[in-house]
Nanobody, 121 residues
Framework: QVQVVESGGGLVQPGGSLRLSCAAS????????MGWYRQAPGKQRELVAT???????NYADSVKGRFTISRDNAKNTMYLQMNSLKPEDTAVYYC???????????????WGQGTQVTVSS
């Protein structure tokens, strides 16, 4: 019923930029909080940034001032602009969305399949 799909990952040199996108589709009534998470090899998945439907944002300390999260509610799409990338930003980046479907009482968490970001010279 719902698909959450990330795109925009790739290989970039240190100091470079990438823009990730996350698009949700299906019988969506409302999307509440959306967020980006990442998981590096051998490490636990960690929060990168979140954004509410009203546009309030929250960032991990490690990305503050370098990453910017945004969303287009009309398109059920979220973005992550990543600047000044560092090798330690290398990870699989996952999109998360808290979605309420039509005719379903509760909200549920949906995850994308992930997109690889590699920062290396």
């Amino acid at each position: 019923q719902v698909q959450v799909v990330e795109s925009g990952g790739g290989l970039v040199q240190p100091g470079g930029s990438l823009r990730l996108s996350c698009a949700a589709s299906g019988s969506i009534f409302r999307i509440n909080v959306m967020g980006w998470y990442r998981q590096a090899p051998g490490k636990q998945r960690e929060l990168v940034a979140t954004i509410t439907g009203g546009g309030s944002t929250n960032y991990a300390d490690s990305v503050k001032g370098r990453f910017t999260i945004s969303r287009d509610n009309a398109k059920n799409t979220m973005y992550l602009q990543m600047n000044s990338l560092k090798p330690e930003d290398t990870a699989v980046y996952y999109c998360n969305a808290q979605i309420k479907l039509f005719f379903v009482a509760n909200e549920y968490d949906y995850w994308g399949q992930g997109t690889q970001v590699t920062v290396s010279s």
